[in-house]
């Protein structure tokens, strides 16, 4: 099993690879391409993220779609590839590759990956504006932090949020939480309240305490609903609540009630 894996994760290195040469044949020729290459370049991508996709890598699928739009103002000639652009790319697929290794190697978060993960959203996202607009002013995702023990609540309100044009960072304790509650500038928070301990309850009056996190709106995440979590939920001025497991369409609509209004 082991060794299929590998071979695996080197087939999509190669993949990778591909992509890079893509970019250097770009760089090669002086930055002059055609709708050719654009269409080879999109093809070698579009592979990289359905590869991503069975890996269950939905950060890097967000990445490479918002990838695909930049290329796509490239085909409809609303921006150029520039050195800047190509090495974007090529850094992108550095930073795949070593995403790829971790994941190979069994370890699936790592706050490294995360600080760079929103470095290249912000960059896609910034080239895609001035394709849009011609003005080169970043306009900022908005950064959801999930606070919860379960795996796959955590992974499936990622991958939501991050379909809905989101970053999310994750954790599964309340002092890596605050971490990042204090090295990001987060807009909502999601936290796991379904057994309320001392811990999760000290990090919500901490944040209510704190000039520069008093505002973050907090969604509690529980097993059930009740006058001891209604309460807490008042107590902590929490935004609402789901009851888990989490249903797609609510966390939806949670995400736009909140989000879109702040």
């Not at 790319?89 to 600080?115: A, Q």
């Not at 009851?243 to 609509?253: A, S």
């Amino acid at each position: 099993m082991e060794i299929g894996q590998n071979i695996f994760f080197d087939e999509f290195k190669n993949k990778l690879i591909i992509l890079e040469d893509s970019f250097i044949d770009v760089k090669n020729a002086n930055y002059v391409y055609s709708q050719d290459d654009i269409s080879e370049i999109f093809r070698a991508i579009h592979t990289v993220k359905g590869t991503a996709d069975l890996l269950g890598m939905f950060d890097i699928v967000s990445l490479i779609h918002k990838a695909e739009d930049l290329l796509q103002y490239v085909r409809e000639d609303k921006i150029q590839i520039n050195v800047e652009i190509c090495d974007l790319y090529i850094e992108l697929k550095d930073f795949i590759v070593v995403i790829v290794d971790k994941v190979s190697e069994g370890i699936f978060e790592d706050p490294t990956i995360e600080k760079l993960y929103i470095k290249f959203e912000k960059e896609f996202n910034r080239y895609i504006h001035m394709a849009e607009t011609s003005i080169d002013e970043y306009l900022p995702v908005k950064t959801i932090l999930v606070i919860e023990d379960s795996a796959i609540t955590r992974y499936m309100i990622k991958k939501i949020a991050i379909d809905e044009g989101y970053n999310v960072l994750i954790t599964n304790n309340t002092e890596d939480g605050w971490e990042k509650i204090k090295g990001y500038a987060i807009d909502l928070l999601f936290c796991d309240f379904s057994e309320p301990n001392e811990k999760t309850i000290s990090l919500a009056e901490t944040i209510r305490i704190d000039s520069s996190t008093k505002n973050i709106p907090i969604v509690m995440l529980l097993n059930n609903s009740d006058f001891k979590t209604n309460k807490l939920g008042k107590d902590i001025s929490a935004k609402a609540w789901l009851k888990k497991p989490i249903q797609e369409n609510k966390l939806k609509l949670v995400l736009s009630k909140i989000l879109d209004t702040n």
